[in-house]
């Protein structure tokens, strides 16, 4: 799929569902791979920077419109849903991370345990940090914004600044 918008470099591999509309920005190296169970529906004028990634075997994406993704942004596998509101920058080196192994039995290997998930929200007008990782079942409230190197592993409520590992809320925007 090469269209004005989309670097030759890019990689666009759909094999479930997809919408990228006609103001979808793919720099160089950008990469979206959409398997037979995955679905990505990509709002109004997003950017995915150089070796940005968005990875969805089984699960599903949506943003709202003007979402930026940094350099080396990596989206992998949200099974349970991801969600990104309108106006959301999320800076580079950022890992949203929508399942982990299963690790309940020690008589089994974690590689062959049932994953689990959870959905992931990301709210409007949110600014996620450099290098932040953001686990399954996380909720960033709108206008919030998540200092670089955070883990968030728990909600932030919204119009908080908030960073650390793990990410806890320091302030309020007022």
């Known amino acids: 799929m090469i269209r004005k918008g ?3 470099t890019a ?15 793919l720099e160089p190296q950008a990469v979206i791979f959409i398997g037979p169970d995955g679905v990505l ?4 004028k997003n950017t995915l920077y150089p070796h940005c990634t968005i990875r969805i075997d089984k699960g599903w994406m949506r943003t709202g419109a003007e979402v930026s993704f940094g350099p080396g942004v990596m989206i992998y596998e949200p099974r349970a ?4 509101g309108n106006h959301c920058m999320i800076a580079g080196g ?3 991370c929508g399942v982990q192994h299963g690790m309940h039995s020690l008589d089994i290997p974690m590689r062959y345990q049932e994953p689990s ?11 996620i940090g450099m290098r932040v990782v953001i686990m399954p079942g996380v909720t960033i409230g ?7 190197g955070s883990l968030v592993t728990r909600d932030v409520p919204p119009r908080s600044i908030a960073w650390g590992t793990p990410c806890e809320v320091r302030q309020t925007r007022s």
């Open 81 to 84: 849903g991801l969600e990104i």
């Open 142 to 148: 709108r206008q919030s914004v998540i200092g670089a």
């Open 11 to 25: 990689v666009v591999d759909v094999q479930g569902k997809a919408v990228l509309p006609e103001t979808t920005i």
């Open 117 to 127: 998930a959870g959905k992931i929200v990301i709210e409007d007008d949110v600014w």
């Open 6 to 8: 989309i670097h030759a």
């Open 41 to 44: 529906e990509l709002g109004e």
């Open 94 to 96: 950022t890992m949203i």
